[in-house]
C-alpha cells in the first residue's frame, strides 16, 4: 500500500533549524491534517518530500521511492505548493495543457481537471486576472493531472471563499475514500479538525503528536 514515510528528517537554514528530526507516515485510505502555527516547518518537510530541496538528514519516501527517482512524477505524486506559481500571462488551462504534455498525461484530462475544479470557463483567461481562490484551484487542477495515489497539499484552504471551503473538504474526503494519500497542511486546526482522520501536529521542526482524531476525540 502507498504511503509517505518521513523518517529523522532534517533541514537547517542558515542560523535556523526548519526541520529538527521529524518522523511520522501518512497512511493511504485517509485524510491527514499537517497542523503547526507558521514557521513550524510544514512547507519545508513537503518541499524536502518532493526532493525540491535536499535535506540535511534522512530520509522522505514516497510509496517506498525517492520522488526524484520517479518517470512522469505527476502520476505518482500531486501536490499544490504556493498560489501564483504560474506566470500572469499564461492562461490557465495553456498552464495544465504544457504540464500534462511533460508527464504523457492527455489534454481530454486537462478538461477534466478544470472542470473539477470549477475553472472550466476561466481557464481560457490569463493567470494574472486569477482570484487567489481561482490560483489555488488552478494550483489543486495541477495536482490532481495525473490522478496521483498521493496528494500533498499546502494551506489549501487559504484564499477560498466560504463556498470553495465546503468544496475543498469535500474534495479532500472523496480523494481519501478513493484510497489516496492525503496530506493537507493547514495553521489552523480548526480548518481541518472537521475533515482529517489523522493529524500529524508539528512545532519547531519537530513532532508535537501523531494521532488518529477519533482517539483525539475520545481523550478529551
Ligand atoms: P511553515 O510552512 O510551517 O509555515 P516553513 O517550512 O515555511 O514553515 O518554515 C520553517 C522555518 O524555516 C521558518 O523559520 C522559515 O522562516 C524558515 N525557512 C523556510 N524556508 C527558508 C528558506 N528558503 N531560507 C531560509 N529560511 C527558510
Ligand atoms: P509558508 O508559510 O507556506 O511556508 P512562507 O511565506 O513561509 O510560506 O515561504 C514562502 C517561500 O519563502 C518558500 O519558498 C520559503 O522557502 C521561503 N522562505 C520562507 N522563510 C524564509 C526565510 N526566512 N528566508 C528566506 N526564504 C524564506
Known amino acids: 500500500e502507498t504511503s509517505i514515510e518521513v523518517r529523522d528528517l532534517r533541514k537547517r537554514y542558515r542560523g535556523a533549524v526548519a526541520v529538527d528530526g521529524l518522523s511520522f507516515t501518512v497512511r493511504a485510505g485517509e485524510v491527514t491534517g499537517f497542523i503547526g502555527p507558521n514557521g513550524a516547518g510544514k512547507s519545508t518537510t513537503m518541499r524536502l518530500i518532493l526532493g525540491l530541496d535536499a535535506a540535511d538528514g534522512g530520509t522522505a519516501l514516497v510509496g517506498g521511492a525517492d520522488y526524484r527517482t520517479l518517470r512522469a512524477p505527476l502520476t505518482h505524486v500531486g501536490a499544490l505548493l504556493e498560489p501564483g506559481a504560474v506566470h500572469p ?7 495544465l495543457l504544457w504540464m500534462a504534455h511533460s508527464n504523457g498525461i492527455s ?51 487559504n484564499g477560498l471563499d466560504p463556498d470553495g471551503i465546503v468544496w475543498i473538504r469535500g474534495l479532500l474526503r472523496s480523494l481519501a475514500a478513493e484510497g489516496r494519500v492525503v496530506l493537507v497542511s493547514s495553521h489552523l486546526m480548526s480548518e481541518l479538525e472537521d475533515t482529517a482522520d489523522h493529524l500529524v501536529i508539528i512545532g519547531r521542526g519537530k513532532l508535537v503528536a501523531d494521532t488518529s482524531v477519533a482517539k483525539l476525540l475520545a481523550a478529551a
Open 89 to 95: 500571462g499564461r492562461r490557465g488551462r495553456d498552464h
Open 107 to 157: 489534454r481530454k484530462r486537462v478538461d477534466e481537471v478544470l472542470d473539477q475544479v470549477g475553472l472550466a470557463s476561466a481557464g481560457k483567461r490569463r493567470a494574472g486576472t486569477y482570484s487567489l481562490g481561482m490560483q489555488q484551484r488552478l494550483g489543486i487542477a495541477a495536482a490532481l493531472l495525473g490522478d496521483p495515489p498521493v496528494l500533498l497539499l499546502d494551506e489549501p484552504v
